[in-house]
């Protein structure tokens, strides 16, 4: 009986320690970087047919981008027609300039109701009002590739791309250009997101 028992406590002893051994060998979970946002909410005068106008966004996280893919920009225009109207961004300490909208087909009309949100993902527009007409009241997503103002739209492949391994930390610029002379427009709003794990965890 005693040896019964002994050997039972035995094998309970060897389950345990396989057990935690099998724990152990589990590799960790690599940690994610939290949401970061910045916005600037100067309202800003788009001069028709005229030289780009850049909109500043200060960041000051000294940090990396790993996933261009959770990074997200929201806009939001007041421009009577929106085919005439291309914009994008420059990143801190570059510059070149990345057009992700090279103008929207049609007689769109961009109002201070819409929010347009470009990321790698999905493109859509947050609360478009009855003047924004695009099929389906999004923004196609697909394929994108850089180009200068002579590509047609979409234009940069994939979105965001050229961000991959930048450091966030600086000014970025959101730029806006007038192509054609029909009207003025406004920029209401651009805000910046990096989202949870676009960015590089460094060990304190």
């Known amino acids: 009986m005693k040896t019964t028992i002994k050997t039972t ?9 396989a057990a935690c051994s099998s724990d152990d060998s589990k590799p960790a979970e690599e940690p994610l970087s939290e949401r970061l946002e910045y916005e600037n909410t100067t309202e800003t005068t788009i001069y028709d047919f005229s030289e780009p106008v850049y909109i500043q966004i200060q960041v000051p996280e000294d940090k990396i981008i790993i996933d261009p893919s959770k990074v997200s920009l929201e806009i939001t225009l007041e421009h009577q027609v929106a085919f005439d109207l291309s914009y994008g961004y420059r990143m801190p300490n570059s510059t070149t300039d990345y057009k992700i909208v090279n103008t929207l087909g049609g007689f769109n009309k961009y109002s201070r109701e819409n929010v347009l949100s470009f990321n790698p993902n999905h493109t859509e527009v947050i609360n478009p009002d009855g003047s924004f007409n695009y099929p389906n009241q999004t923004i196609p997503a697909g394929n994108y590739e850089e180009g200068g103002l002579s590509n047609e739209y979409p234009v940069e492949t994939p979105m965001f791309s050229s961000m991959l391994n930048k450091n966030i930390k600086g000014n970025w610029q959101i730029f806006f250009v007038d192509t054609a002379e ?14 949870e794990g676009a960015l ?5």
Not at 10 to 15: G, S
Not at 200 to 204: A, D, G, I, R, Y
Request: net charge neutral; glycine share 8%; proline share 0%.
């Open 9 to 17: 406590a035995a094998i309970l002893a060897m389950i345990m320690m």
């Open 182 to 195: 029909l009207d003025e427009g406004k920029v209401i709003k651009v805000k910046l997101i990096f989202g």
């Open 200 to 204: 590089e965890v460094t060990e304190k």
